[in-house]
């Protein structure tokens, strides 16, 4: 992509640059950083006060501020829009109820705006800002706590100046697995009408037919997310000091009745609006409009979707333990370079990484079908960009960062004594892994699965533009639906996608209470 | 309360989870005084810790602290008592209480200098520098303010907890394990060092240990703890001369055990009979233990053992193992005769006598003041 | 080792299987179709092809990075047949050469010459015109594109993004008439007479309308076909009348939806026997009628429904002399800040 870039033309380049495209840049900073803020807000906040205080039913919300996690953003925004429009049935209502006749007789806000947008992607993307820090909240050295509250500190100042620094990194994590969601993100802000850099890699692609300077664009949009990456690692060097303690006892902060109540409305808020109110949506659309028909209709698509995402997830699962235990056994200095490269492939726009593998199995392609024909073989035609192959592999790129996290976060919990004992014992590398390692990491490779298998599922542009004949996944049912305004036929898949969706939230929530 | 104790434990009892893990606790402390808790692990002994800290709150019973309120250098109390019931909580950062952490607990993003200052921040800026400069030299960490904890050396950590918890002045001062993480050989020497900081400064201090040695080093006085009661509180010299319960003497491991009868004003064991004089009122003894305790044990320590060539008839033990010591050598004896309800195994006998391994020899107990536990209660009354 | 040689020829035949799928495509009675329009818009079509021919038809369906997809397959692409939904996809095709020219009797018989490419690769299946919605409290109107700038209707005219084909190719015509200055011009009018920053499409348009947010909007004519037949929606299409613009002019602008052979189509007979089928009388009545589009063959009457919307006189200029200005029209709407 690189490459083609270079011949991108200047003049395109220069006439984007006095008309729209400063306007595109700042629409993607302020969105990035308004995502990023209210992330953390909605995140850091709500993990503060499950773990820390005694809010009312936390543990029902402890899980439940997961769930967002389980919606396609694109839906959310579609559902959003659709609601909070002059149009929508909120707004409609509203007149209704007052009597207005047009736009100047009240004020309400504008969803399709760049707040509108920054708000309902932050409450989908939140949940990885809450889940990171939660956990780092719960695995903290509780002593290091004990000791700012008898230097002087109560308990919320000392959870304040010693316990929230001391989750900075994995806050810092968090905030740029959003921060990438977000600008790689092009179906869902082109709900809201927002345009961003995406929307002008997509204009000088398709409208000036001008794929050099559209991935000249997406370049630079992809140094942006190198930069973040590179910047939350720097960050995060040096900095780990998680309890090697576990079950510590948290000392809870003593709420009033009022702030019980208060915090608790604020994470039910969170729930309602970025799970629950969607959700039924859903349900209400299918309830009204679903038949057997549909039911039907579903199987195919549905398969489609599930073999995949298992192909996807099995084969990511496969190559981040490989990574994993490389980087763990090997004493190369440069072992942690192929990790970070391929934590790249998650901030790619999925479009834009077709692009990319179109443009590399294309010519390949070709080489395998001229050898074939020097050969006398028939030819085999386009066997990597013409099947799920490539599918498959657009996701193995793009989801690879996911799994690599969770499974290289497992290898971590291994104490490094436990590589040296079994040679201790005299067995060998391969035994060790099979039967030490591998049963230890059995949790980590489960989740990572899942986790992939999921967003494979929930994977959109890819699928589109890599896909073979006749072959629909769910997420494409859904969109095409979609794009026709007729959401309500798809809201069965929809629902299926969320609900596959929950699994792995369910099966982390599960998996922790037993730890 | 005394006007000399400086903090008093009445009648506590902590549960947490539902689990009861401290009963009927009693205990005061002197100021000035270094109390030491010692104990198996699980017996309660960090419960009560963190309960006098403020981080458990007692489910009955009491506590008493006085606080120092002043912050001048020189440690001058201003009566002033906190009450801690089940009904009126006092937070921990209300107590004037300094604790030292098993893992020293130190803020790992900040640099020793803030670590230090964490808890008088709010003084004036300079009187923090002059408090620290201070404990730095205390405490032998000058030039390492700009140093984060994980660039210190394990002995390092310790004395950077010990300033960031003495710079406030506390009144009592807290410690978790505070050796357990420190080099065995260097144990000795940094506990005789703290405990002389811990005296120039007149500090009153609690401290958790599982180990015998570091209790009789570093303690003014100890207390033993089994199964969430404390069993005696003394100076160390006292617990060791009259251990109250054999939990306590087996803990301390104040000699070796070995079984007797207590048959009419008499007690018998696997080498006899033990001898006695008009000074001892045995019968006395032998009705205060349950004549027919089954698991009466007898303290025997290797002074009140004699070594006597009694000839091949009279021999009633044999060595099982052998080492040297710097008291001479070490032997482990046991009872020949091992059908006997009353034989025994593993008795330490200290002897400059060269024996060789196997050789049985014959023994006595010399007449003194003998201590007898019945190891089958818990508490004896 | 013996399971890395166990996993190796898993892979092996995982990759056997690929190459039997693809090549199981390449059977003889298939035609493969890459569309811009929905598969399940044309599927009965297909269906009907099908029953009468006996070739299988494949579909995928993508809006965008079709063409890319079918440059990078090149020779071995196994396209037959492209369907769009616009002209500016027929004429990226046509610019990247990968169409090849038919030149059927039948289809240069029944296709008006301005709906076809004059080298014969593409041809147009149906028309749609960009019509003008307005609401009906503002009484019959008649209305001119070029009225869209006029300040009388400042802040009451809703339309969803310029940088949309559809809008595209307006702004290309608007250029082919008057020419660059004035177009600009006038899109910057049009601009400050928006109610709301473009957004949404055309159904929600007709649907602002309705409440009250705007009175004039732009849409395709079928949209509104699509509205009155839908329950939900026929109210919001019941308060707009259905403007054809320029009638006492140039004429409305029409786009069309339309088809091409693939430079490299394997089953070249059979995608030469669909596109014949596609312009058939009964091919052209039953399309139109699915999409509520005007039929391009003139000898076939559209849908009742959308004849009763009545005649009228469409743009005479051929499509390929509009479509010529697609970029520059492009380039004028980020000028003008259409969309900001």
Known sequence: MLFASLGSSSDLFSHLWQTVLPVYISNTLVLGVLVVFLSLVFGTFSAAFIVHTNVFGKKFLRWLLLLPLAMPAYLVAYLYTDMFDYAGPIQRTLRGWFDWQSPSDYWFFDIRTLPGAGIVISLVLFPYVYMLTRTALE?????????????????????????????????????????????????????????????????????????????????????????????????????????????????????????????????????????????????????????????????????????????????????????????????????????????????????????????????LDHFINDIARTLQFKEPGLVLSGTIFAVVFAFVVRFSAIANGTISSGIKQIPHSVDLAPASLGVGVGQMLKKVHLPILRPSIFVAWLLVFVESMKELSAVLLLRPFNFDTLSIQIYQLISDEMLEQGALSAILIVLLGLLPIIWLNRSKELS | MGANELLSVKQLSVKLHNNVILSDTHLTLNFGDILGLVGPSGCGK???????????????????????????????????????????HVEPQHRNIGMIFQDYALFPHLSVEKNICFGIN???????????????????????????????????????????????????????????????????????????????????????????????????????????????????????????????????????????????????????????????????????????????????????????????????????????????????????????????????????????????????????????????????? | MQKITSIRKNLFLIFAGFIFISSSLQANDEVNVYSYRQAFLVKPLFDIFTEKTGIKVNVIFAKKGMAERLAREGKYSPADILLTTDISRLIELHDRDLLQAYSSKTLLDVIPRQYRATDNTWYALTTRVRNIY???????????????????????????????????????????????????????????????????????????????????????????????????????????????????????????????????????????????????????????????????????????????????????????????????????????????
């Open chain 2, 122 to 381: 709010k003084l004036p800026k300079s009187e923090q520098k002059s408090r620290m400069t201070d404990l730095l030299h205390l405490l032998k960490l000058t030039g390492l303010e700009a140093r984060f904890p994980h660039q210190l050396s394990g002995g390092q950590q310790q004395r950077v907890a010990i300033a960031r918890a003495l710079a406030p002045q506390p009144t009592l001062l807290l410690l978790d394990e505070p050796f357990s993480n420190i080099d065995a050989r260097l144990r000795n020497e940094l506990m005789l060092e703290m405990r002389q900081i811990l005296k120039q400064l007149k500090m009153s201090a609690i401290f958790v240990t599982h180990s015998k040695d570091e209790v009789f080093t570093f303690a003014d006085k100890i207390a033993v703890m089994h199964k969430g009661s404390i069993l005696q509180i003394g100076s160390p010299a006292e617990v060791c001369q009259s251990p109250n319960s054999w939990q306590v003497a087996d803990f301390l491991q104040l000699g070796s055990w070995i079984p007797v009868k207590a048959i009419n004003g008499q007690f018998q064991s696997a080498v006899g009979e033990l001898p006695s004089t008009e000074d001892i009122d045995l019968e006395e003894n032998t009705v205060k233990y349950k004549e027919y305790s089954p698991k009466l044990q007898l303290l025997l320590k290797s002074q009140a053992i004699e070594y006597y060539e009694g000839g091949f008839e009279k021999n009633n033990v044999q060595v099982d193992n052998i080492s040297i010591t710097e008291h001479g050598f070490h032997y482990l004896l046991s009872s020949i005769d091992r059908d006997l309800s009353l034989s025994f195994e593993q008795l330490s006998f200290y002897s400059n006598f060269l024996l060789t391994l196997g050789q049985r020899i014959a023994i006595k107990i010399k007449i003194h003041d003998y201590q007898v536990f019945d190891s089958y209660d818990d508490i004896l009354g």
């Open chain 3, 134 to 340: 307005s609401a009906k409290r503002l009484g019959a109107i008649d209305i001119n594109y070029e009225d869209l700038a006029d300040t009388k209707y400042k802040g009451r005219i809703c339309t969803r993004s310029g940088k949309h084909s559809y809008n595209i190719a307006l702004v290309a015509s608007m250029i082919a008439a008057h020419g660059e200055a004035d177009t600009l011009t006038w899109l910057e009018k049009f601009k400050l007479n928006l109610a709301r920053k473009p957004q949404g499409n055309d159904r929600g348009q007709v649907q602002a309308i309705h409440q009250n947010l705007c009175d004039i909007a732009l849409g395709n004519s079928y949209y509104f076909g699509k509205m009155l037949v839908d329950e939900k929606q026929k109210l919001w299409a019941d308060s707009v009348y259905i403007n054809f613009p320029n009638q006492n002019n140039r004429g409305a602008h029409v786009n069309i939806s339309g088809m091409g052979m693939a430079k490299y189509a394997p089953n070249n007979e059979n995608a030469k026997a669909l596109m014949e089928f596609l312009v058939s009388k009964d091919a052209q009545k039953l399309y139109a009628e699915t999409n509520m589009e005007y039929p391009v063959r003139t000898d076939v009457m559209p849908s009742n429904l959308v004849a009763s919307w009545g005649d009228f006189k469409a743009d005479s200029l051929s499509l390929e002399s509009i479509a010529k200005y697609r970029k520059e029209a492009l380039k004028l709407i980020d000028k003008a800040k259409f969309d900001l």
């Open chain 1, 139 to 363: 695995q903290q050295d509780q002593n290091l706590l004990r000791a700012g509250r008898l230097l002087g500190l109560s308990a919320t100042k000392s959870f304040l100046s010693v316990a929230l620094p001391l989750a900075r990194p994995a806050i810092a994590i968090s905030a740029s697995l959003v921060l990438m969601e977000t600008l790689a993100d092009f179906a869902t802000v082109n709900y809201f009408a927002v345009n961003t850099l995406t929307t002008a890699v997509y204009d000088t692609w398709l409208g000036y037919d001008d794929l050099a300077t559209a991935n000249a664009l997406a370049s630079i949009l992809m140094l942006l997310i190198l930069f973040v990456v590179v910047a939350e690692q720097r960050a995060r060097a040096g900095q780990n000091h998680q309890s090697n303690r576990p079950n510590q006892h948290i000392e809870i902060i003593k709420l009033s009745l009022f702030q019980q109540l208060f915090i608790s409305g604020f994470c039910w808020i969170l729930v309602l609006a970025g799970f629950l109110l969607p959700f039924a949506l859903l349900v209400i659309m299918a309830v009204e409009y679903s038949n057997m028909a549909q039911l039907t209709n579903l199987v195919s698509p549905g398969l489609n979707s599930i073999e995949v995402s298992f192909y996807a997830a099995t084969i990511v699962t496969f190559f981040a333990l490989l990574l994993g235990l490389y980087h763990r056994l090997s004493i190369d200095k440069w072992r942690i370079l192929p990790s970070s490269l391929v934590g790249i492939g998650y901030a790619v726009p999925g479009t834009v990484l077709a692009m990319a593998l179109l443009a590399s199995f294309g010519p």
């Open chain 2, 46 to 88: 960090t419960t009560l810790l963190n309960t006098i800290a403020g981080f458990n709150t007692p489910s009955t019973g009491e506590l008493n602290i006085k606080r120092n309120n002043s912050n001048s250098a020189n440690l001058v109390v201003q009566e002033n008592v906190l009450t801690i019931t089940p009904f009126s």
